[in-house]
């Protein structure tokens, strides 16, 4: 997809670039640069996420920032352009640029108009449909004295909430509409963006008390009603008659003692993902309790060994280096479901997925063709994934193209769960935490590391047969490491 446009021989736009497989969409988290900046060819510009992970973006020319057309928070559609560059600075003069605060160039919306005709056409703006041309008009403002009365009455909404008394230099505050951010009733005044941040934090614009110009509600208005929602509820005085439906009010009710937290990004893909795998396919899950006693000393060992010398060395590499001896002699279990054709997929190369979890939800990024790997190289490969899944820098081509799964649920001290597959995969390894238990060996009780270990498959492809021989061969391997080398 190209990523950039010429709009003139002076300036170049860059567009949001689908970074992923088939992604729409990304929200803008940070931007590294401003108008006015210089930037170079490669330069990171800005830092998006999308429904896999967090991505920074490159610019692909040399320049000078001209505008942002989106700021920080918004949602942004693959295609559409986010900055625009000045390609030949001081060539002329140029346009003034759009502040990102503003991205969409639209007026606040209006009320519907009492009369007139549909709209003709739409005004050109720089993001977005455009204005429609119509011969509404648009309601009456209050005059500029609205917004030095709204924050004066923000004040003591706020000074009561506290416990204090308001400021005595303030007037005493009027009673508040009905509706906080609707003058004579009629619709909230606030922005697009402002209105998509309400909408996602679960507050009604209505109740809300604008302090910005002529009554209009800006982004800290909607964070000051979010507020008592993740505070603990406090007693609010009872309100006048006059005020009996101020926002004072909404700050007391129920909704004080819960929490709406906006399901975007990971989160809602993982959400999506999971429903989506566990609805389509079949789910099977067995479980077997391995004494992984040898395989620790294993570990031991090789944490000394000079060959392992700069490398992460644990057990879950031995349980991974297992996994993909026992694909290797049951190599049908490394497979896909294709729906669309009815058919089932061999794949004849393995890139081992590991979850890992992040600030920004559960990751399953993979080590591509993991199976042609040697143990310093897959060790190498592992602590370098869980390195910058940590950092928030996988990208979304580290987590595509899985084959099948390991997820080390015993790091939280949890013995074992029923893991669900990850969508296009047949099977994924969930193991346990590795605990000094009382073992039978050689006929004796004594204290053994022990875990239990639990193998989900795709029932559509994987049979009863097939999932325990696998699970078998790697509690094998995990009990007779030495198994590594003469199964191999």
């Not at 004849?348 to 199976?371: E, M, S």
């Not at 790997?373 to 897959?378: A, F």
Request: hydrophobic content about 45%; some cysteine.
């Amino acid at each position: 997809m190209t990523t950039m446009t010429e709009t003139s021989a002076r300036f170049r736009e860059f567009k949001m670039p689908d970074v992923g497989e088939g992604l729409t969409e990304a929200e803008i988290l940070k931007w590294f640069v401003q108008p006015g900046d210089t930037v170079t060819d490669g330069q990171v510009v800005c830092e998006v996420e999308t429904a896999k992970a967090a991505v920074e973006l490159p610019i692909p020319f040399d320049g000078v920032v001209h505008e942002l057309r989106f700021p920080e928070g918004t949602t942004v559609d693959v295609g559409q352009v986010i900055i625009a560059i000045d390609v030949a600075p001081g060539s002329g003069d140029a346009p003034a640029p759009t502040p990102a605060a503003a991205p969409a160039q639209e007026p606040v919306e209006a009320a519907p108009a009492d009369s007139g005709d549909a709209p003709k056409g739409r005004t050109p703006v720089l993001v977005g449909y455009g204005v429609a041309e119509s011969s509404t008009k648009r309601r009456p403002r209050k005059g500029a004295s609205a917004a030095p009365e709204a924050a004066a009455v923000a004040a003591a909404v706020q000074a009561e909430l506290n416990g204090h008394a308001a400021p005595a230099a303030a007037a005493p505050a009027p009673a508040v509409p009905a509706q906080g951010g609707a003058p004579d009733g009629g619709r909230p005044l606030a922005k697009p963006p402002v209105r998509k941040l309400a909408k996602d934090l679960g507050i009604d614009l209505a109740t809300v008390v604008p302090t910005g110009k002529d009554g209009i509600i800006t982004r800290e208005d909607v964070h000051a009603a979010a507020a008592p929602a993740v505070t603990a509820p406090v007693a609010a005085p009872a309100p006048s008659p006059e005020a009996s439906e101020a926002p004072a009010a909404t700050v007391a009710s129920a909704s004080a003692r819960e929490t709406r937290i906006p399901v975007k990004g990971v989160r809602k893909a993982i959400a999506q993902a999971m429903v989506g795998s566990a609805f389509t396919a079949p789910h099977v899950t067995e479980f077997v309790t391995v004494d992984v006693t040898r395989t620790m000393k294993l570990v031991a060992e090789l944490k000394e060994d000079k060959d392992m010398a700069g490398v992460r060395v644990n057990p879950l590499l031995i349980i991974a280096k297992a996994l993909l001896v026992a694909i290797k002699r049951n190599p049908e279990v490394n497979a896909a479901w294709d729906e669309a054709n009815q058919e089932i997929v061999q794949k004849h190369y393995v890139n081992l997925g590991i979850a890992a979890a992040t600030p920004r939800g559960l990751i399953v990024p993979n080590i591509k063709d993991a199976h042609d790997k040697t143990l310093p190289q897959l060790a190498a490969a592992l602590g370098e994934l869980v390195t910058t899944a940590r950092d928030g820098k996988t990208s979304p081509a580290a987590m595509a193209g899985g084959t099948v799964t390991i997820t080390n649920v015993g790091v939280f001290g949890v013995d074992t769960g029923t893991p669900i597959l990850n969508p296009g995969e047949s099977a994924i390894l969930a193991v346990g935490a590795i605990k000094l238990q009382p073992w039978v060996h050689k006929g004796k009780v004594k204290p053994r590391q022990v875990t239990t270990l639990a193998l989900s498959f795709d029932h559509r492809l994987v049979d009863g047969e097939l999932g325990s021989k696998v699970l078998a061969d790697v509690a094998a391997i995990l009990e007779q490491p030495k198994r590594l080398i003469t199964w191999a």
